[in-house]
Structures are given as C-alpha cells and as structure tokens.
C-alpha cells in the first residue's frame, strides 16, 4: 500500500464475491489512520440505512477480489 489515499468521502462500493449482502452498496463515510496500530482505516455505511456501517482498513476496500466500485 502506498502513502496516498485513494479511497475517497462519498466513493461507493459493494461485495465482489458470492456473500449474501454483495448486492447492498455501501458509501465511505470517513477515512482516517489509527493511532494504535497506524493502519488506515474507512468507515462505511450501508446506502439506504446508514445506522449500519463498518470500519475496514483500506487495503481491504481497495482489495478488488473482495469490493468492487459502484460508477458514478
């Protein structure tokens, strides 16, 4: 992984394998680095219902082989 952030506020992604939620499309609502173990990290929400969200380390959302960007 690189210094620069590609993932950008607003960006949204779904699922790219066969799990049962790889239809929902989530939205980036923040990325930050943490300060424990200095990894950056994306807070997602769930388009449509946005008090379910997620945080994943970026590399995993930028990961093609497990989340795919929606265009647009």
């Known amino acids: ?9 607003g960006t949204r992604y779904r699922a790219a394998d066969g799990r049962p939620l790889s239809t929902t499309t989530w939205e980036v609502l923040e990325v930050f680095r943490s300060r ?11 388009v449509g219902d946005p008090s379910r969200m997620k945080t994943l380390s970026v590399a995993a959302l930028e990961d093609t082989r ?3 960007v929606e265009p647009g």
């Open 36 to 46: 424990v173990d200095n990894v950056l990290y994306a807070r997602i929400a769930m």
């Open 66 to 68: 497990r989340f795919i």
């Open 1 to 9: 992984m690189t210094n620069d952030i590609t993932i950008r506020i």
